[in-house]
């Protein structure tokens, strides 16, 4: 991997149109949500795209999958109403099963040329595994970040790219800054000590995923101090910045 390149500029971000890209709901509420309430705090349109129907998370045995998307998604729309977000789009595609393909990747640059969003956050493709923290990752969440990335650059770009879009009135769109989520440290901080109660009401709205609402507090809050101390914040999330030139 590059050495993080410390002439960039990583200042601190004030965007305009925030879309944030996952797999599942409730994926941006831990890897994001105090960045997104900060954002929504000083007047960004914050947005999320949900790409797949969540219909595998639950340990209920009666519930139907109809039931669980319909109660996922209203979770998720819940979460961001709290962190003062604008609107969730949800692509419908089966949970467990996503795969990058082009027509993702056309689902994604529709929804970036629409919302013509200054910076994306979304999951970081390359985390497959990790020995420390015990766990492999959910390939949906590779595959959405993969995709996400692919449409940013160059699909969403190029005019010349899904022609059928343009000629519908889907102009091109050039992303400026991308924040990957990888759940672990990366090359840039936002500070969230004061939006990191906002975070965990999201978190909360999630009722469905999070049955120990106190055990996640303190697993979130025990990130939030790590990331924290990397950057002299008290809370912060982390994430890998790209200051997308092309
Ligand atoms: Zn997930």
């Known amino acids: 991997m590059d050495e993080p390149d410390i002439s960039e500029d990583f200042s601190p971000l004030n965007p305009k149109i925030v879309l944030g890209i996952a797999a599942h709901p409730d994926d941006l509420d831990y ?12 007047g960004a349109e914050i947005h999320y795209l949900i790409i797949t129907d969540g219909s595998k998370g639950s340990d209920d045995l009666h519930i139907s999958e109809a039931d669980l998307i319909k109660m996922r998604e209203d979770e998720q729309r819940a979460a961001v109403q709290i962190l003062g977000g604008k609107g969730v789009t949800f692509l419908g595609y089966p949970d467990g099963e996503l795969e990058v393909t082009m027509k993702l990747k056309k689902d994604i640059v529709r929804v970036i040329r629409t919302i013509k969003p200054d910076v994306v956050i979304t999951l970081d493709p390359t985390l497959v595994y990790s020995v ?49 989520s990888n759940f672990g440290a990366g090359n840039y901080f936002v500070d969230i000590t004061d939006t990191f109660e906002t975070k965990m009401a999201a978190l909360k709205a999630h009722e469905s995923q999070i049955p120990d609402v106190d055990g996640t507090r303190v697993w979130m809050e025990t990130v939030a101090r790590k990331n924290g101390e990397l950057c002299d914040y008290e809370l912060a999330e982390s994430f890998m910045r790209i200051n997308v030139r092309g």
Request: charged residues 20%; without cysteine; proline residues 7%.
């Open 132 to 180: 420390e923290r015990g766990f492999i990752n959910h390939p949906d969440h590779r595959a959405a970040g993969q995709a996400a990335l692919d449409a940013i650059f160059p699909l969403a770009r190029d005019h010349l790219t899904f022609p059928d879009l343009y000629a519908e009135g889907f102009e091109p769109h050039k992303t400026a800054i991308v924040l990957l």
């Open 31 to 42: 890897a994001a949500a105090g960045t997104m309430a900060k954002f929504a705090g000083t």
